[in-house]
């Protein structure tokens, strides 16, 4: 068995020792042009030369879970896309929103500000159950988030695209849903993937209709945000503020306004990261459950577009 190995943007050497290490009967090479055909490849936004080069590959393991990047390129219809499953980023994904959760909640930037001015001031409690917490995508990552919400008492709704139960948690699913799950909702989380059914679905209309004083944790795809739509709500006071960590073009132009606007807390991609033992073990783990003819968790619809 071969395996190529093409991620762009992190250092090729330490990955494939440590793939050479768990899957010792496996020829796995960091792919250079030119390169003979492998049988799979472990990718992150590989140059469409490498799939071009490669039209035998049988599977191709992304080593992030969200495939938008992937599936707008040329891919042989042959080849399977395996997602990252959790792989150690839904806990992550938890506490990143927790803490955006908690800290706008209890007014943390207000109280750290006054607390360097020398202001001892006390502002009156806001009550949790007036911050209800509305995860778009039930997912893998969607649902970690909500049971982690749940654990502080946050009342908890979610979105999805087919019908999802989980306890404890008010669902919704479908465009039909959508509205009633917005309306009930103060702090909107985005855990979607990006589809065509899904980019641009944090727009006016849809902001517009969270409960007053509405806040936006954004913490999957920029091209689900319409920007300038936030930017105007926020200026007309219409939202509270927003969390983002991904943006439309990354890093963050310098030019951009959401820099410097006084609503935004702003982070760089870095709510859930890859985590190279833990994607090395999911990933040979499939390989040797596909190798006994076993099914696996993550293959991507790519029809549907996640
Ligand atoms: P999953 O595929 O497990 O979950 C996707 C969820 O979105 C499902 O509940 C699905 O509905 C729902 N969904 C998809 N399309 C629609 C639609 N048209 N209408 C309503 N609901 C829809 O994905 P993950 O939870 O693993 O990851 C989610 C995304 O998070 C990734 O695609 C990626 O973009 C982002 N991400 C960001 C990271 C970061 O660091 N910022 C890190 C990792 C991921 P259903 O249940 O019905 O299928
Ligand atoms: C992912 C990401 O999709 O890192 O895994 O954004």
Redesign the pocket.
């Known amino acids: 068995m071969r395996i190529a190995f093409c991620c762009t943007h992190t250092t090729a050497e330490p990955w494939v020792e440590r793939l050479r290490a768990a899957l010792p009967e496996a020829q796995i090479e960091a792919w250079v042009p030119g390169a003979p055909q492998a049988d799979h490849a472990v990718v992150w936004t590989p140059p469409q030369q490498f799939i071009d080069e490669q039209p035998g590959l049988k599977t191709l393991f992304n080593t ?5 990047a992937l599936l707008r390129m040329r891919l042989p219809p042959s080849m399977t896309v395996v ?1 990252l ?2 792989a150690g ?1 839904a806990v992550q ?1 938890a506490e990143f929103v927790c803490q955006a959760l908690v800290r706008h909640m209890r007014e943390l930037d207000l109280s750290e500000s006054q607390m360097r001015q020398g202001q001892w001031s006390f502002r009156r409690p806001r009550l949790r159950v007036d911050f209800p917490v509305g995860i ?7 649902r970690r988030v909500a049971q982690a919400v749940a654990h502080f008492e946050f009342p908890v709704r979610g ?4 019908p ?1 139960t989980m306890p404890g948690v008010e669902c919704f ?2 465009p039909e849903g959508l509205d009633a799950f917005l309306s009930g909702t103060r702090v909107l989380v985005c ?5 065509p ?2 980019e641009g679905i944090l727009n006016r209309k849809t902001l517009g209709r969270l409960l007053p004083g509405g806040y936006l944790i954004n ?3 920029g091209a689900h945000l319409v920007d300038e739509d936030l930017l105007a709500l926020l200026d007309e006071d219409r939202l509270a503020g927003a969390t983002l ?2 943006f439309r073009k990354e890093p963050l132009p310098e030019a951009h306004p959401f820099w410097r606007h006084p609503k935004l807390t702003l982070t760089p ?5 890859t985590l190279r033992d833990e994607t090395i073990a999911q990933i040979v783990g499939k390989i040797r459950a596909m190798e006994r003819g076993e099914p696996i968790a993550g293959v991507v619809d790519r029809g549907r577009g ?1």
């Open positions: 992030g879970a969200g495939v938008d997602r499953d959790d980023m994904m778009l995508g039930m997912g893998v990552l969607g979105w999805s695209r087919t999802q699913h479908g855990l979607l993937p990006l589809t059914q899904t913490v999957a795809r960590d991904v991609h870095t709510s859930a990261r996640y």
